[in-house]
């Protein structure tokens, strides 16, 4: 198998054979050779005969292609599902990798809403309850900044938790959310960015978290940007009602109820 970046991007297949009780040398008898785009999916698949001991010369050689992806633009629906699907991959991936020893309240997206280029893939940062404790000691004011603000949290944009990390994995994630970026600028349509991070988070929040790192009992997954202007309506959308209704008896969070 030949391997680049951490795609299996060929595979060369050598050949012998029993004559008059003798093996033949191995030569070289096929090659598959394989084409990606910039997302990361396979585009062409060929296999290429090669003809004995001319082998490493390929014009003694005759290819066939085996699977070809139409040539079909990539839709801005499909792009949305595709960063969703990566995200939700990535995310759990990248905390995991993190090692997280202490008990964390809260795991949040945190975006860049000045442009859409800047929002993807988003920062993470992970909230711990040792760290809560000591803003709810403090009684410091506003209350609800400290608590969700992720420029707060000692476990904020840090190398481990990247989701852009030099692997196969991450640098898919990374094309298809300047994909993405491109499109949503081009049609205008960045202000969805927020709505696509909160689908995100609610979905992590039903995930078993606990086999990743220490969490309380009301740990919380939500997405934000950076200034903390989304944040009361992304946790109306990225929380479970009955999380939500209890944060603001708190008084950790002063939301109405989501209906």
Known sequence: YRRREGRIEGVDVDYSEVVGGEVTPLLPYQRVDIDYDELGRVMEIRKVWLNGAACAQETASVAKVVYKRPQTPVG?????????????????????????????????????????????????????????DEHLASREEPLTELLWNPAEFGLYDDEALALDDDTAAGRDLESACEALAVEMTRRGRASELPRLLCRVAWELAGRDWGALMPVSDDFVVYATDLELADLGRNMRASLFPERLRELRRRGWLPLEPRR
């Open 76 to 132: 801005y629906a499909t792009l949305c599902r595709l960063v969703e699907e990566r995200l939700l991959e990535a995310i759990p991936r990248a905390v995991a990798r993190a090692e997280v020893a202490k008990t964390a309240y809260c795991l949040v997206l945190a975006y860049d809403a000045s442009c859409a280029d800047a929002a993807l893939p988003p920062l993470l940062g992970v909230g711990l309850v040792e760290e809560r």
